[in-house]
């Protein structure tokens, strides 16, 4: 029959947009700050319709998000280790090419170093795809959930080693399913590699 289906998508949107004010009786009108309330008037189970008024009100990010990528690295920030060997995979991954790696070399010997001297990311290029980190085989780079970083400055928004340095601690934060596999699965190589040592020994 004609103009049933505009029927139903009418009465589909009748149904949220009532939705909305039983579910804002139910949450009460004066509770929008309450914690708790804005991540679950977000969720799947949420009914109605719910507007975030961004930026008064920030939901978090999915763990999933990713946004730019950030250089992990151990120990403190004055004594940096990243995790990163320049190894420049991430580099020949980019789609847009907007990562810059220089190694760094032996002062003395001129040979090249298993860590870069310098890192840039041009963070108005980057797509946020996420190949880098997907590429990278030391685990040292990551994507980052912070997305606000408009500024005036275009040159802000070339970033170096300085900037994409993050402590594995807030890769460990914000992406805590992904850290605990990772650990997993490293312990367990460490774990099949001993014990592959122990039968050489036992061996000869
Ligand atoms: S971040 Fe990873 S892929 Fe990129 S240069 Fe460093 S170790 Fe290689
Ligand atoms: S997220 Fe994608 S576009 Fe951005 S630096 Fe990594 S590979 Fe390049």
């Not at 049933?4 to 949220?16: A, D, R």
């Not at 934060?173 to 039968?199: F, G, H, L, S, V």
Request: contains cysteine; charged residues 30%.
């Amino acid at each position: 029959m004609y103009g049933l289906g505009i029927l139903k998508g009418l009465s589909v949107t009748m149904k949220h947009f009532v939705n909305t004010y039983v579910d804002d009786i139910k949450w009460g009108f004066g509770k929008r700050y309450t914690p708790g309330v804005l991540p679950a008037r977000q969720s799947a189970e949420a009914r109605g319709v719910f507007t975030v008024q961004y930026p008064e009100e920030v939901l978090p990010p999915q763990e999933r998000f990713r946004f730019v990528p950030f250089l992990v690295y151990e120990g403190t920030d004055e004594e940096r280790q990243y995790r990163c060997t320049a190894c420049g995979i991430c580099a020949k991954a980019c789609p847009p090419q907007c990562i810059w790696i220089v190694r760094a070399k032996d002062p003395e010997t001129g040979k090249p170093l298993r860590r870069p001297a310098e890192f840039y990311v041009d963070i108005d290029i980057c797509m946020n795809c996420g190949s880098c980190a997907e590429y990278c085989p030391f685990d040292a780079l990551k994507m980052d959930h912070d997305f606000e970083l408009a500024d005036h400055d275009r040159a802000k928004h070339i970033y170096d080693l300085q900037q994409l340095g993050q402590p594995v601690e807030y890769y460990a934060k914000i992406r805590p399913t992904y850290y605990a596999a990772e650990q997993e699965a490293k312990a367990a190589k460490a774990d099949r590699a001993a014990k592959a040592k122990a039968a050489r020994r036992e061996k000869k």
